[in-house]
């Protein structure tokens, strides 16, 4: 392959990763039935539908986008995986808007938010992200691409570098197995392999430790030769008879993440300040501390931080109810 066009995909990847992170913004936390027609998606929706992030200009990218720009920076400075360079990044972005359009920072997921809070009370950045399995996400996933794209060491070295990149926001097997696969696919997508999806899971497969935790993400979980999920909700929302639909398909696996998507989808921590922020959004918890600064109230003690805990989101603008504590997405 010439080494143009290695290059031009390269740079597609990441333009396709920043356009589309950008292109979804505008419609993210909206029931799937209130998403306008594909052919009516672009950065400014149509007449009528309540956008998110109302007062984020059209072609902002997201966290997503930003994250994996703070990976790609840190890879290309670095020359290698730094996971404490990497972490530092990413609490730049978050604390200033490093790599943010605007510098502005108008949404993190909420394990994210739990493992800035320990690197910044000074935990490894290995051991940042936390493990339990509620505490699964795809925010250690949207990020990653820079790192199939830019690896250039074995197979091995890519699950393991993918397997480390996750960790500092999310360390649960099935969140670090997902980062694996897919740079395990992009690497072979980029290398215009012919079955990159099969020849990914089958490496993927040799390379995980029979019994493992990250055995069980892959075999159990992700289940990499069932259907696509879109596929599946496809039937699962199709009229009876329509495509042939089988009940058992609805009932397998995978049934109960469906049903609990909708619960899932609010669970953000919106940052304070940005224009058109419904008044009933958390603000963030230094912008609660400026505030009470302010108006005089007392500060905290010395050292100690002001209560911070990622609480569920009221958004009443798309009639979604709080999600309950110890849910989350992103
Ligand atoms: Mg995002």
């Known amino acids: 392959m010439a080494m143009s066009t290695h290059k031009s995909r390269q740079k597609g990847g990441l333009f396709g990763l920043l356009i589309g992170d950008a292109l979804g913004v505008p419609y993210e936390f909206h029931r799937r039935e209130a998403i306008p027609d594909p052919q009516l998606i672009e950065m400014t929706p149509p007449d009528g539908f309540r956008r998110a992030h109302r007062g984020v200009p059209p072609g902002t990218w997201s966290d997503d986008g930003a994250q994996a720009l703070c990976l790609l920076a840190s890879l290309l400075d670095k020359g290698r995986l730094e996971l ?185 921590v919106r940052r304070g300040g940005h224009r058109g922020a419904p008044g009933g959004l958390r603000r963030h918890p230094r912008a609660l501390a400026q505030r009470a600064s302010r108006a005089g109230a007392r500060d905290p003690p010395r050292g100690q931080a002001p209560r911070a805990k990622p609480r569920p989101l009221s958004r009443p603008e798309t009639g979604c109810r709080p999600l309950p504590r110890g849910t989350a997405r992103g």
């Not at 909420?110 to 320990?118: C, E, G, L, P, S």
């Not at 493990?131 to 070295?157: C, F, I, K």
């Not at 099969?198 to 055995?215: C, I, K």
């Open 84 to 268: 404490d360079d990497f972490a530092a990044r990413l609490l730049d972005w978050y604390e200033k808007g490093y790599l943010a359009v605007d510098g502005r920072v108008f949404d993190v997921g909420v394990q994210t938010t739990v493992a800035f809070r320990a690197l910044m009370g000074g935990a490894a950045p290995h051991l940042a992200g936390p493990a339990e399995e509620r505490s699964n996400g795809n925010g250690s996933l949207m990020r990653v691409l820079p790192l199939a794209l830019w690896h250039q060491g074995t197979d091995e070295d890519l699950v393991r570098d993918a397997y480390l990149q996750s960790r500092v926001t999310h360390g649960h097997a099935r969140s670090r197995v997902c980062c694996a696969l897919y740079c395990l696919w992009a690497r072979r997508t980029l290398s215009s392999h012919a079955a990159p999806w099969d020849d990914a899971v089958r490496t993927l497969r040799s390379l995980v430790t029979p019994e493992s935790e990250e055995h069980e993400a892959l075999e159990v979980h992700i289940a990499p030769d069932a259907a696509p999920e879109g596929d599946r909700l496809r039937r699962r929302h199709a009229p009876v008879g329509a495509h042939g639909r089988e009940p058992e398909v609805v009932r397998g696996r995978g049934s109960r993440r469906r049903h609990t998507r909708g619960r899932h989808r609010h669970h953000r």
